[in-house]
């Protein structure tokens, strides 16, 4: 399924990966407000290969648009986690 967020960029080198092949990050966006009217974040995993890598890692701090595929990345015993594959970073 195709997917355009907006949002903020986040890496944690803890979390987050980096080499020649593909990046991850995760992206930070407002979920709306609860009840007491405090704005609640989501976050989501976002992965870029290729000429993304470079536009993904510019992105790193600042409020972006994606554009990519929504896809369920199976980890490890850890459970099944949402992620967009960059097809562009505006």
Known sequence: MDIQNRGYINFNEQYNKKNDKFMSASMSFSNGKDEQGNWVNGYINVVAFGDNIAKLEAAIGKI???????????????????????????
């Open 64 to 90: 972006v648009e994606v554009k990519g595929r929504y896809r369920h990345e199976k980890a490890d015993k850890k459970g099944v986690y949402p992620q967009i594959v960059i097809t562009d970073v505006i």
